[in-house]
């Protein structure tokens, strides 16, 4: 008789593999619609931002105006995201020359970010130990054990104004800009490239309106889109319902389809994202384009209803939550982690 626990494994293969079978037609892209994606958020970005531009000493329409630029922002940020998985047009030549535009206009070199972003898919819901393109996240038995001086950074690296604000100013800015140790030879190259094109452009900046105008009517937006971008990525993954387990017992269903939260936003915020907040159908296939999640899912709301959902209401109180309890199998805050 075969074991019980590979009966479960193969049993386990075989139901993924139906519902990877489900969604595959949905993979099919459509560059027409593509193209409309990316030119119909240009269209409204380009003028926004000479608006901001001509309005920067007029305080209130400055800072009105910065909050849609800075969803804009994070719409064409998310659009390169999906370039980069391949998943915008048919070609994927037209899909990196897009994903590197679209990375250049969010201060970010697309082939390192890229293949982090890979990393990141395949160890989501892992927890413990380095992974490489996620948040830094201990367990609660980790945290009791490690060091003051390490309970005290960690809980600096999870304090809202870190994860939201600092942070992601930090990565965007200068992270980004530095081949650190670990770094393969082709991130090395987008990286230089990046900077280069970036230089550049400061350069004709500097020429034309100025770095000082440039930044009094931007920065604005970009330090918004910034937080917005890490908010987001923040609740797709770490809720209380989320599924996370240590290296030991983690399973590629579980990760795959409860790994990520289904965020269930308002239409216009879901168009601001690029239908992102289907993100356990991402997971699960990352060819589906942002243009079709939606359909997808809805047409197969059966398989999706047991995933994680939570509304834009409940996220508000998810920020503190930063240890995974693994005795408890949930997110919990550092009240609840002792000591």
Request: net charge positive; with cysteine.
């Amino acid at each position: 008789m075969m074991p019980r626990s590979f009966r479960l494994k193969e049993l386990m293969s075989a139901e993924l593999a139906r519902i990877h079978n489900l969604v595959r037609p949905y993979t099919e892209k459509n560059d027409l619609r593509a193209l409309w994606e990316v030119l119909s958020t240009l269209i409204v970005f380009v003028p926004l931002g000479i608006l901001l531009y001509c309005y920067r000493d007029h305080v209130v329409i400055w800072w009105l105006g910065s909050i849609p630029a800075a969803l804009l922002l994070v719409r064409l940020f998310s659009l390169g995201h999906e370039a980069g998985h391949a998943a915008l047009f048919r070609s994927r030549r037209t899909n990196q020359w897009i994903g590197r535009f679209l990375a250049l206009v969010s201060l970010i070199p697309y082939g390192c970010w890229h293949r982090m972003h890979y990393v990141h898919h395949q160890s989501i819901g892992k927890v413990g130990g380095d992974h490489e393109g996620y948040m830094w996240l201990m367990t609660k038995q980790e945290y009791r054990s490690c060091s003051r001086v390490q309970r005290v950074l960690y809980r600096m690296y999870h304090h809202p104004i870190t994860l939201f604000v600092v942070g992601p100013i930090l990565q965007f800015v200068i992270l980004y800009r530095w081949a650190g140790s670990g770094v393969t030879a082709a991130d090395r190259k987008s990286i230089r490239m990046t900077n280069l094109a970036l230089a550049g452009i400061v350069v004709v900046i500097s020429g034309t309106i100025g770095i000082g105008s440039f930044l009094h009517a931007f920065l604005p937006m970009y330090v918004l889109a910034a937080a917005i971008g890490s908010w987001l990525f923040f609740i797709q993954h770490v809720t209380e319902k989320t599924y996370w387990a240590t290296d030991g017992t983690w399973d590629k269903k579980g990760a795959l389809l409860g790994g990520s939260t289904f965020y269930d936003l308002p239409p216009v915020l879901r168009w601001c994202i690029a239908n992102s907040g289907y993100h356990p159908l991402h997971h699960l296939n990352a060819g589906i384009p942002c243009y079709r999640l939606r359909e997808c899912w809805e047409a197969h709301s059966d398989v999706f209803s047991g995933c994680p959902r939570i509304t834009l209401r409940e996220s508000l109180r998810h920020f503190r939550l930063a240890l995974w309890d693994e005795e408890k199998n949930r997110m919990v805050g550092f009240d609840l982690a002792g000591r």
